[in-house]
């Protein structure tokens, strides 16, 4: 496999569209459309990979919960559960991220990191964007003050017994990251 070319086709603020040209292991040439949060994707540079954003696994110690939310996500014309999850900021760490993230969507305060995955592919046949999980726990109480204008959330706490209602409900939209907790929590009530 050797890439030949790849063309930026889109421009907007977060994510653009990239055509890339390459040459399978049949030295045919074929095409691919990708989107990328990067300037330049990490098909066009050899170096180490941040995360473009993190997705927070809260616990809430006070109330023994796992925090879900429920969210109106555009592409999908609808509401999708998952987990809190925003852009990595400049400057910022994954733990700095999560931690601001999490306040802005749930209102609750990352009171623990308990672990940090490495950058993951989120769907590595349409992007390279890339995604750190960070599992904590948390404590306060609900608050969408924080959420802007093109956020539409509601926060839920949810048991392992209520992980489990949740996923056998039919057409139920996930997040594949939130279906992999939320399907462990519910049958071995770990995150």
Not at 121 to 134: A, V
Not at 158 to 166: E, F, V
Request: hydrophobic fraction near 40%.
């Amino acid at each position: 496999m050797n890439i030949v070319e790849v063309k930026k086709i889109s421009d907007c603020d977060h994510l653009n569209l990239f055509s890339i040209r390459y040459k399978d292991r049949l030295n045919h040439e074929k095409s691919w459309v990708f989107a990328s949060r990067l300037a330049k994707p990490c098909v066009m540079e050899d170096k180490p990979v941040f995360p473009d954003a993190v997705v927070i696994v809260p616990f809430h110690r006070d109330k023994e919960r796992l925090v879900i939310i429920k969210e109106f996500r555009v592409p999908l014309g609808g509401y999708q559960y998952g987990f809190p999850a925003g852009l990595v900021d400049g400057g910022e760490s994954v733990e700095q991220a999560g931690k601001r993230e999490l306040k802005e969507e749930t209102g609750f305060d990352l009171v623990k990191t308990i672990k940090i995955s490495p950058p993951v592919y989120s769907s590595s046949g349409m992007t390279d964007e890339t995604i750190s999980m960070l599992y904590a726990e948390c404590s306060g109480e609900i608050s969408l003050k924080d959420n802007e204008d093109s956020e539409d959330i509601e926060v839920l706490l949810i048991s392992r017994d209520d992980a489990a209602r949740l996923l056998k409900t039919s057409h139920t939209k996930f997040d594949v990251k939130s279906w992999i907790v939320l399907s462990n929590f519910a049958d071995h009530g770990i995150i």
